[in-house]
């Protein structure tokens, strides 16, 4: 895409963060390289030629690419099966790359995923992981098959492996790091998982995306980022949900959804930018971060909001707000049609907003190059155990815990609803 597209202020110090990981480790690679390594090599049962290798868990420090580098344009995953798959490790410790281990782990529905990790008892107690620098290149065996893809390293997935297909469900979940998606093709599966916690990054840029089911971008937990930039992006349907200091952007000239959900639980951003229309938009607003969604015109908009935070919208048949606390809610260039406020309405007014509203600044992706383990500690990649389950629940309390408060409040608001109820019409 040739916009500019802008980082927000708040998120300055994880911007820093990511800028000096993907341009050079905190610490020079020892000038002597150790002896080089045989690549790991893990053999493959023949049920994979039908496919069901689809999942890569990653529980190690450093940088990860992951590629089909047999037949990057082979359209039929059946076509390039093979025996074996090879992982090629570089680095400036011979100690940390035999310590890594690689191995095949039942996964979802009949399918297995490759796991690899850092075998810990090999290792000396003082061993200093955060000096040594590490690089791990994945030849993915099967062309555009790789559905599911959770790392705690900073990881590159590039589209000769990445699942691309009407019925393909591909998810992409960072922990503690940065994983990248750059497309040069456009994606068009069944369902599209984006998912970042503590101060992971999501990044996902293509020409297009498409789902024909559902979208889910979650960012939780410290200054976690999901961002997708594409000039096309349809969906049946858009779960946005942020927590904590969590964001989220949606970059798009075209944004066509006939679906969509925003929840707020935090003080971060929610934004949607540059054009475009859903059927419905639902907006939850628990925390003290914003909601831009001014430049999405949308037939109808319900509006939930207990917290402080501010909600944007613009335009549209309908707004129906639910509003209790001291959160603002504004449009851009004019109001829905019609305008109900069910309970108390915002104690300022809905007025016309001139904010500009914070957009995202396209991080590079980072080189094939070992990366100094400068973030995150050999205990604390150890202590994840199976990450994508520890993320998740982690998630889903938070989440739980927000709803309960969403339901305490809900009986005297309905209440209030009996006794007194607003409805304005357009203004002119």
Not at 1 to 10: K, N, W
Not at 26 to 55: D, E, H, I, K, M
Not at 317 to 329: C, E, K, R
Not at 411 to 426: E, G, K, N, Q
Request: aromatic content about 6%.
């Amino acid at each position: 895409m040739q916009d500019t597209i802008h980082r927000p202020r708040h998120h300055a110090s994880a911007s820093s963060r990511h800028a000096s990981s993907l341009t050079s480790p905190s610490r020079a690679p020892s000038s002597v390289s150790p002896p080089p390594l045989s690549p790991l090599v893990v053999q493959l049962p023949p049920s994979t030629a039908n496919g069901v290798l689809r999942a890569l868990l990653v529980h190690l420090p450093g940088r990860v690419f992951v590629r089909h580098a047999a037949d990057p344009d082979a359209d039929d995953v059946n076509a390039t099966a093979a025996s074996s798959m090879t992982l090629a490790l570089s680095g400036d410790s011979a100690l940390l790359m035999r310590a890594i281990v690689a191995d095949l782990v039942p996964w979802r529905e009949g399918a297995i995923a490759l796991n690899v990790s850092v075998n810990m008892s090999s290792l000396p107690p003082t061993f200093d992981v955060d000096g040594a620098s590490l690089l791990v290149d994945i030849d993915w065996p099967l062309a555009r098959s790789l559905a599911y893809v959770s790392s705690t390293a900073e990881t590159v997935v590039d589209e000769s492996a990445l699942a691309n297909a009407t019925t393909a469900k591909v998810a992409l979940v960072a922990v503690n790091n940065s994983l990248f998606a750059s497309l040069a093709t456009p994606l068009t599966i069944h369902s599209l998982s984006l998912e970042s916690s503590d101060k992971g990054l999501v990044q996902l840029e293509a020409p297009a995306v498409t789902t024909s089911g559902t979208m889910h971008l979650t960012a939780s937990c410290g200054d976690a980022v999901v961002a997708v930039a594409a000039d096309h992006v349809a969906a049946k349907n858009v779960c946005a949900t942020a927590m904590h200091a969590g964001s989220i952007y949606v970059a798009s000239h075209d944004v066509a959804v006939r679906s969509m959900v925003s929840t707020m639980a935090g003080n971060g951003v929610i934004s949607y930018y540059d054009y475009g229309t859903c059927g419905d938009h639902s907006i939850t607003m628990l925390g003290s971060g914003d909601v831009y969604a001014g430049s999405l015109h949308c037939n109808d908009t319900s509006v939930y909001s207990i917290g402080t935070g501010h909600v944007v919208l613009d335009g549209g048949h309908s707004l129906t707000a639910t509003h209790l606390g001291l959160g603002h809610l504004s449009y851009v260039r004019e109001l829905p049609d019609v305008v109900a406020h069910i309970g108390f309405a915002p104690r300022e007014g809905m007025h016309r907003v001139d904010k500009a509203f914070e957009k995202w600044s396209l991080v590079a992706v980072p080189p094939f190059a070992p990366k100094a383990n400068d973030e995150t500690g050999l205990s604390d990649v150890a202590s994840l155990g199976a990450i994508s389950g520890a993320s998740t629940t982690w998630m889903m309390t938070d989440f739980e815990a927000m709803a309960a408060l969403t339901v305490l409040v809900v009986v005297p608001m309905a209440m209030w609803t009996y006794v007194r109820r607003r409805h304005y019409s357009r203004v002119a």
